[in-house]
């Protein structure tokens, strides 16, 4: 057994303890803390994504009880590859809230945020169905108080929408949970895959209920129309370094849509196989289409980031849904690209936010401000990425899932949607930018902003532009990571070895 | 009667209790509504691990027993509900100090019509 699987997870929680500690609060400590610790995990992140990626499923069981009796740690190419993009926009959400002091406008700044990583990192591993509600319960709870960090009244009215449709959203998991485990008698993933191909034709209405019920949830999670309501307010009244960090939590729900859907409801599955795939295509276009009309329409940056989030995952989830070889390759390319556009978006609409002053991000011409060169490059190169144009890793992204969508019955509506949301993302950009970068008078706004504070957005650039020029070995790695989910028997017999069916 | 339909019928009714006040616009029935959910769900996970009177939660070859798990399942599931329920009921009155409004929305009463705010979400 590999015990570096279980440190993504040990790691935050320990840190998290100690920084809730008075000293923490009181000095500088929690800081270090939380930045050593982050760096820590950046390093963790790139160890497991370098072990994984010769293929071999790697299984942790947690308190060395056997699966499918206790808690099993998965790491394979999917897996690791989010443990990966985790890290490494947190370690940019996080410099940026040092950086601009976020972390001072309260008390819990850094716990809350160690237990996020927790969560999503606890969320990106487990095998086990209950484990991976009790790991977004992680998740959320931290985000509820990371969304409400910082205080003022819009941000708690778009906390209570958060909190309340996000606990109605665990409610029915645990109603998907229980019937699954009703019929199945297992929690363990891949144990569940087994007993569901074996299933009888009695038991086959019952899965299927579970199996739509537990999509319905991650499709909450994934901000999949109509269930994407809670999303622009809540991400566009936070503030941006959370806002940054939130644009994974989308992508939380793409990847247990993928893990659970490859693993328990594949091809084996009978009646269940690729239970979301009949609903999934039209809504995807739908809520792309409804994210980028958003885009066009909002009258504030951060507004207009939180649309770009919903669009960009559109696009995602139309790939996810065509549950093809090729196209979910191609999704798994176009993901870290989807979240780290989604995050600069966030972080230069802060920055910008802070330049302005009283105007704060709305579209609206106001006085010249501090930095507007750089910020304007900035902003020009996350519009590029969200909206998907070369030379950016989004376009290449765009390309690969447009091919090979190509063979697909619906390919009509999916290059139609692609193709006319991006020339809206591109109109609603440009108005957007020119608005706020161009239409201004000579008086300047009066506080200079803090230096460095930029730097963080850079950095997410930077990782964008390796995604681009990496673009050869990262769609090598998607391929295979799409080839393992397209094989669930390897993940099968890492979890149960020559335990399986026998149990 | 039988305990199944008891149970399936108490199920239901808290269920249905329970959207019946998520979907209305104060936050209070809503807390109250999440708080009936949350009973339905304990009580139906609980259920799924089939209903049996008087047998111990051992595994013993050839014996009867009680499924343990979905009894440790609902223990999880109430402590999380639990904490849940006192932070949104925090949350809600710290929201109703600040604005004024207890509505879900936080729309004040009268209609707000400045241009500038809330964009368009």
């Known amino acids: 057994m590999m015990h570096l699987i279980v440190a993504p997870i040990l790691l935050p929680a320990i840190i998290a303890a100690l920084g809730v500690l008075r000293i923490s609060r009181a000095t500088q400590l929690g800081r270090y803390l939380s930045v050593a610790a982050m760096v820590a995990q950046v390093g963790i992140a790139v160890a497991l994504f370098l072990t994984a990626s010769d293929g071999t499923i790697r299984v942790y069981e947690m308190g060395d009880w056997r699966a499918p009796f206790g808690i099993v740690l998965v790491l394979d190419r999917l897996s690791a590859m989010m443990v990966l993009l985790t890290s490494l926009l947190a370690a940019a959400a996080l410099a940026h809230g040092v950086a601009t002091s976020l972390d001072r406008r309260g008390w819990h700044f850094h716990p809350l945020f160690q237990f996020q990583l ?92 579970g199996a739509q019920v537990l999509m319905a949830v991650f499709a909450l999670k994934a901000a999949l129309l109509p269930l994407h309501l809670w999303l622009p307010r809540a991400y566009s009244n936070t503030s941006g370094a959370v806002a940054a960090l939130f644009a994974i939590l989308t992508k939380v729900g793409v990847y247990s849509i993928l893990r659970v859907t490859t693993l328990v409801f594949g091809a084996d599955a009978g009646a269940v196989a690729w239970a979301p795939a009949s609903w999934m295509l039209p809504l995807a276009l739908l809520s792309l289409a409804a994210g980028f009309i958003g885009v066009l329409a909002a009258r504030r940056l951060r507004v207009l980031a939180a649309f770009g989030v919903i669009g960009s995952t559109g696009t995602l989830l139309a790939a996810v849904a065509l549950f093809d070889r090729d196209a979910i390759a191609a999704a798994l390319y176009y993901l870290p690209h989807s979240t780290l556009a989604g995050a600069i978006l966030f972080l230069v609409a802060d920055l910008v936010g802070r330049a302005r002053g009283d105007l704060d991000d709305r579209l609206h011409p106001g006085r010249t401000f501090a930095r507007r060169a750089q910020l304007s ?63 201004v008078s000579a008086a300047e706004v009066r506080p200079p902003p803090r230096r460095w504070t930029t730097g963080p957005a850079w950095a997410i650039f930077a990782l964008l532009a390796m995604l681009t020029i990496f673009a050869g070995p990262a769609t090598d790695y998607a391929a295979a990571a799409a080839g393992q989910l397209f094989a669930p028997d390897g993940y099968i017999d890492a979890v149960l070895g020559e335990r399986r069916g026998d149990i | 009667m039988s305990i199944e339909f008891l149970l399936a019928s108490a199920i239901a009714v808290l269920t249905a209790a329970g959207i019946y006040l998520v979907l209305r616009a104060q936050t209070f029935s809503v807390v109250l509504g999440l708080a009936m959910l949350s009973y339905a769900i304990n009580a139906f996970l609980f259920a799924m691990g089939r209903l049996k009177v ?3 939660p051992i595994y013993e070859t050839g014996a009867e027993y009680t499924d343990p798990l979905p009894q440790a399942l609902v223990l999880t599931a109430i402590v999380i509900a639990f904490g849940m329920t006192a932070l949104v009921v925090v ?31």
């Open chain 2, 91 to 121: 949350l809600a009155l710290r929201t109703y100090l600040e604005t004024g409004s207890e509505h879900v929305d936080g729309t004040p009463e009268v209609e707000d019509t400045h241009p500038d705010r809330g964009g368009g979400a």
């Open chain 2, 54 to 56: 008087d047998l111990p």
């Open chain 1, 118 to 209: 927790l969560g999503l990192n606890g969320a990106f591993l487990t095998g086990d169905l209950f484990n991976l509600f009790v790991f977004f319960e992680v998740l959320l709870i931290a985000s509820y108080g990371l969304l409400l960090h910082g205080q003022g009244a819009a941000r708690l009215q778009a906390g209570v929408q958060y909190v309340i449709v996000n606990l109605v959203g665990s409610t029915v998991f645990l109603v998907a949970v229980g019937i699954l485990y009703g019929v199945t008698g297992t929690l363990n993933m891949a144990d569940m895959a087994v007993r569901i191909a074996a299933a009888p034709a009695g038991d086959q209405a019952l899965i299927r209920v």
């Open chain 1, 377 to 439: 490059l900035l902003f020009l190169l996350s519009a590029i990425a969200l909206a998907g144009l070369p030379p950016l890793s989004g376009f290449i992204g765009k390309l690969l899932i447009l091919s090979t969508a190509s063979a697909s019955p619906a390919a009509p509506w999916i290059w139609g949607a692609i193709l006319v949301t991006t020339f809206l993302a591109m109109i609603g950009l440009a108005r957007a930018g020119s608005v706020v970068f161009w239409k």
